[in-house]
């Protein structure tokens, strides 16, 4: 028994789901998602709430159970109240700046990185060193995170480059003389 997948997903105000030929599609404040459902699990919408059952007695079906209702539920907070990834920067002249689509990094480089900010993605530079990714879909904006972030991973020596907020980066010891 998945105790994630017994938890029904509840739909806060302003918020309706409807499923059809095969895609459960939500529809919010903030857009509409949708997502194809897998045939061995049952999706129920009941009132202001969805439940996500297993469709029979199958392991695959008990394997996709809590994950589809992890889905359903990013569904539902990406349309009500959406995603943000908020990334640091630390290092000496590394800086950030949105200009209309463009993201312009300073990281080191002998050019400036320029990455063009996708569809249904949002990003704000509060400061020059910290850049904040907001949007509906939960993967799209870690999917753009990470792309930003691979650009200059943390180094564990001086701890320059761009990391999560929160993240840890462990510090090494440098050459010993």
Do not use: C
């Not at 789901?17 to 194809?36: C, H, T, W, Y």
């Amino acid at each position: 028994m998945s105790r994630i997948g017994k938890k029904p997903v509840s739909l806060p105000s302003g918020v309706n789901a409807q499923i059809s030929d095969g895609i459960i599609e939500v529809k919010g404040p903030k857009g509409v998602l949708s997502m194809p459902t897998v045939p061995d699990i049952a999706y129920v919408i009941e009132g202001n709430e969805i439940r996500v059952n297993p469709a029979n007695d199958t392991k695959r079906a008990r394997a996709f159970w809590g994950m589809q209702r992890t889905l359903v539920s990013n569904l539902v907070v990406g349309v009500s109240d959406g995603f943000t990834k908020v990334l640091e920067i630390t290092g000496v002249g590394y800086r950030a700046s949105v200009q209309g689509k463009i993201l312009k990094l300073q990281l080191g480089y002998s050019h400036d990185v320029n990455y063009d900010i996708p569809e249904g993605i949002t990003i704000k530079t509060p400061d020059q060193t910290t850049v904040e990714i907001t949007g509906s879909d939960r993967q799209k904006v870690g999917q753009v995170a990470a792309e930003v972030r691979r650009w200059r991973k943390p180094e564990p020596y001086k701890g320059k480059g761009i990391k999560y907020r929160g993240e840890f980066i462990f510090r090494k010891e440098g050459k010993k003389k």
